[in-house]
């Protein structure tokens, strides 16, 4: 083996006699200039197809690729290689020469085939196996198979001493031809005198041969008889062997099937590696050879990351996007696919008609699809991000026997048991003929919509139990579908189908965190239904519709930091649900409103919301949301300083959701019942407690109370004077908050940060930290935490000896309605402290001042 730095120093040496610089080579050969550089510093091997690239720009005569390849790649020794004197502008060697036996005539691909190397070594395996005579290329028109058995054949050339011969059928419309145009591609000619029919002479011929065939373009011919004609050649002929290409697999018993699909899609473009062999480095090759100074910005990466997966990676796709970088920016021409299929044309003259444009080779797939397969395949575009055969039924009308044809063309795709896909642009093709059956095109969106609707609203149960992990996972693969029923319903005003959905709404939106996404849709879903109806509807079931959608958006609005927003929803939707006695949907407004009356410090209606949620309740028999009342009146409790009520009650909760099962809300629980044990100094207790929220909001993605659980553990550091692990666990949970935009859960991570960076004598960094917090709180109307964080910059003042205005701020914070127990209770601390240190006549003066002020002003005071 060579060491991979000399033959870094035989390509620099052969691009310095050409008089090029790597700049300018690297644009040759297609690859980045740190690629080239790595390549020639000995820092890496070139990939097969970089290696390829490189001996074309190179002239490697064909007859050599192979052997430059391998020493490119470290399998062989450099000395392998003609000296460069010998090769550059040597007049005797040119392209014309051929690595390919005599006996062949195989075309000579006019691009280099890109990402293909894993395909290409296993095919290269399967034709070496003596039980492998007959193996069938199957994927979609533009997925390239033809390329890719050509590539895999020009690798084989001492396996096939007699030849390797590409028969192309692609213009070929009878069986009754496959005979002599096979023998025509083998150079055979039929002997008219001979009693043999051309067939059993063609046989006759290839008898004792060692051949393969490349039969390309098949899938049209599969429509009539003939087919077993190829079988019979095997039989006759034991040493050939067939590589055939079409868009379905041939139905032959000794048929080996082989599935080509679209180049891999990098999941980052940004770095280096992630290009290599993938379907972003065919999009830029081809993008430079349509425009020589197209240079990628890490905007068109992103981009081209999008058209990549808006076309599965399929090669043709890419080859054509990328001809419209002449006039179009990269994001451009992604939008231009997401509009629509006709954009993918172009009117290169060297391709044939039918690979000018998607829609050419999408229209040659439908003609051969019959006129049931071809209405089941329309009806399919209806579907979004795959579909289960269950739902194929059901929504499609769609048979077993016609998915399994479908997939068997290459339409239709298994992606996993029982579920289906289409590729984004046969879907596109296919909604294209719906759109031309208005009357079917309706029938087939509103069975989607109710099917969707109806699974997506029977989740709910199961989204609340122990089975919420593998709820939540079936739900997430299924929610393109969802949003695409969500809009049919709301387009339709199809309100009970919403309404009865809302449930798994909420709690799915809200464990994964979608809290935008679903304030908007559930927006839009008010705003129709208000239009249609009015603000107060007629119907009662649209005035239950219209409770429920509001109590839901209310927690995703307060989720979003829009405290006054979320209660002004809550209270609406409790005056209309009470008005209608809506005991079922009652409990869930009883249960979000006392959390906003909690968090804007009103502790007695608070208090007040969630007894009366656990009441009704009960009465309805939802323990779940008998549960989650316990659990509210059990922070309240904490919140207001009684705190072995506080420990009772949420002792009671954890215990009441480990029983419903639900792991998120087990961890909800243990997130207050940490909070609790902390305040009582039951610091192992505490810390149990937020470790196992920890392992369980993990388990289910539920990053909110992750984020929640990080910060109990930083407390219980905090209070042991593990200060250092303190604000490690507070930046956690910060992270995670600003991640999901939980601006009021942000500001108490940054104030309680804070403390700890003061107790470690950082006085400027907690005084930011605090200032940050009291800024957030502020613009959210979030009292409590304001509060927090003005107790704390309380006591810097004092530290800083600013007597004067830290009494001021402990007085007031003292007063205030909104202070929790724990923030009253450092404000009479410090309050205490202050005053031995201040005159009777400071105190005096102080408290008429704090009489004048409000929260507010004194929060302007300190943000200026």
């Known amino acids: ?19 090029l610089t790597r700049k300018e080579f690297a644009r040759r050969v297609g690859c980045s200039i740190s690629t080239l550089r790595k390549i020639e510093d000995g820092e890496r091997h070139p990939s097969v197809q970089i290696a390829e690239l490189i001996a074309n720009c190179l002239d490697i005569p064909p007859a050599e690729h192979s052997t430059f390849v391998k020493v490119a790649r470290g399998e062989l020794t450099v000395d392998r290689l003609s000296p460069v004197s010998k090769l550059v502008g040597n007049p005797n060697i040119s392209p014309a020469s051929t690595a390919l036996p005599l006996r062949a005539n195989l075309p000579v691909l006019p691009t280099p085939l890109i990402g293909r190397q894993r395909e290409i070594e296993e095919l290269i395996r399967l034709l070496r196996d003596p039980q492998c005579r007959l193996l069938t290329l199957v994927g979609p028109g533009g997925i390239w198979n033809t390329r890719l058995a050509i590539e895999t054949a020009s690798h084989m050339q001492e396996v096939f001493a007699d030849g390797m011969y590409l028969v192309s059928l692609a213009s070929v419309n009878t069986m009754q031809l496959i005979v002599p145009v096979i023998a025509d591609a083998v150079g055979f000619a039929f002997q008219g005198a001979s009693s043999a029919d051309p067939k059993a002479q063609l046989f006759n011929y290839l008898k004792q041969k060692q051949v393969l065939l490349l039969t390309d373009n098949l899938e049209h011919l599969l429509i009539e008889p003939g087919i077993e004609a190829l079988a019979e050649l095997l039989a006759n002929a034991p040493q050939v062997k ?14 080996w099937i082989f599935e080509v699909h679209g180049l891999p899609v990098p999941e980052n473009p940004q ?10 480095e065919l999009f830029l090759q081809r993008a430079r050879r349509a425009h020589v100074e197209f240079n990628a910005t890490s905007e068109d990466l992103s981009a081209i990351l999008r058209i990549c997966n808006l076309v599965d990676g399929m090669p043709l796709a890419l080859e054509l996007a990328a001809a419209w970088v002449r006039t179009l920016t990269c994001d451009e021409i992604a939008k231009e696919i997401e509009r629509g299929l006709d954009f993918l044309r172009v009117s290169t003259r060297d391709l044939p008609p039918r690979h000018r444009s998607m829609r050419a080779v999408f229209d040659h797939s439908w003609k051969l699809l019959n006129e049931e397969e071809q209405e089941v395949l329309a009806r399919l575009s209806v579907f979004r991000g795959g579909f289960a055969r269950e739902a194929a039924e059901q929504v499609a009308e769609a048979t077993l026997s016609v998915l399994s044809a479908l997939m068997t063309k290459s339409l239709i795709r298994r992606s996993g048991a029982g579920c289906y896909d289409l590729h984004e642009l046969v879907r596109q093709y296919a909604a294209d003929q719906l759109a031309d059956q208005p009357q079917v095109k309706k029938g087939a969106q509103e069975r989607h919509g109710n099917y969707y609707l109806a699974y997506f609203g029977q989740a709910d149960g199961r989204l609340r139990s122990s089975a919420q992990r593998e709820t939540l996972a079936e739900l997430t693969a299924e929610m393109d579908n969802v949003r695409a029923a969500w809009d049919w319903a709301v387009v339709h005003r199809e309100f009970t189908l919403i309404e009865q959905s809302l449930r798994t709404f909420i709690m799915f939106y809200d464990t994964r965190c979608w809290y935008q996404e679903g304030y908007d849709i559930l927006g839009r879903a008010v705003d129709v239904l208000e239009a249609a109806y009015g603000q107060l509807p007629v119907d009662k079931t649209n005035q239950v519709a219209l409770g429920h959608l509001l109590t839901t958006r209310s927690l995703l609005t307060y989720r979003l930091g829009k405290l006054e927003e979320a209660r002004e929803m809550q209270e609406r939707s409790l005056k209309l649900q009470r008005s209608l006695n809506d005991l079922a949907n009652l409990v869930e407004t009883l249960a979000f409103l006392s959390t906003v009356m ?12 969630c007894i009366e949620g656990r009441e009704k309740s009960l009465a309805v028999g939802d323990q779940w949301f008998a549960a989650m009342c316990l ?18 009650l949420l002792q009671t909760a954890v215990a009441e959701w480990r029983l419903i099962g639900d792991l998120r809300f087990t961890a909800f629980g243990l997130n207050y019942l940490g909070q609790i044990a902390l305040i ?21 993605g539920a990053r909110g109370n992750l984020g929640a659980a990080y910060e109990g553990l930083g407390s219980v550091a905090q209070v042991q004077g593990k200060h250092e692990l303190a604000i490690e666990m507070f930046r956690k949970a910060v992270d995670t908050f600003a991640e999901l935009g939980l601006r009021f859960h942000v500001g108490q991570g940054l104030a309680e940060m804070g403390r700890s960076y003061f107790a470690l004598g950082n006085d400027n ?13 502020t613009e959210i109307r979030g009292a409590p935490v304001a509060l927090y964080a003005l107790i704390n910059m309380a006591g810097l003042l004092a530290k800083r000896g600013d007597m004067e205005h830290a009494l001021e701020m402990a007085l007031m914070i003292s007063n205030h309605p909104a202070s929790s127990h724990y923030t009253r209770n450092r404000a009479a601390h410090l309050h205490a402290e202050l005053e031995a240190q201040l005159t009777p006549e400071q105190i005096e003066a102080i408290q008429a001042r704090v009489g004048e002020k409000t929260l507010e002003s004194v929060v302007e005071d300190l943000l200026k």
């Open 765 to 777: 960094d907690a005084d930011r930290l605090w200032g940050e917090a009291l800024r957030i709180a």
């Open 680 to 700: 009582l100094e039951r610091y192992d207790e505490a810390r149990s407690a937020f470790e196992e929220s920890v392992a369980l909001n993990s388990s289910v």
């Open 1 to 19: 083996m060579n060491s991979p730095i000399m033959f870094g120093e035989w390509l620099r040496q052969r691009r310095d006699e050409l008089g």
């Open 598 to 609: 909690s968090l804007t410090g009103n502790y007695a209606r608070a208090t007040e919301l």
């Open 631 to 648: 659990s509210l009146h059990g922070n309240i409790a904490i919140l207001t300083g009684q705190h072995k009520l506080a420990h009772e």
């Open 271 to 280: 770095t280096e590696d992630s290009t290599q062999d993938t379907s972003i």
């Open 242 to 255: 067939l590589l055939a290409t079409s868009r379905e697999s041939l139905g032959l018993q000794g048929e």
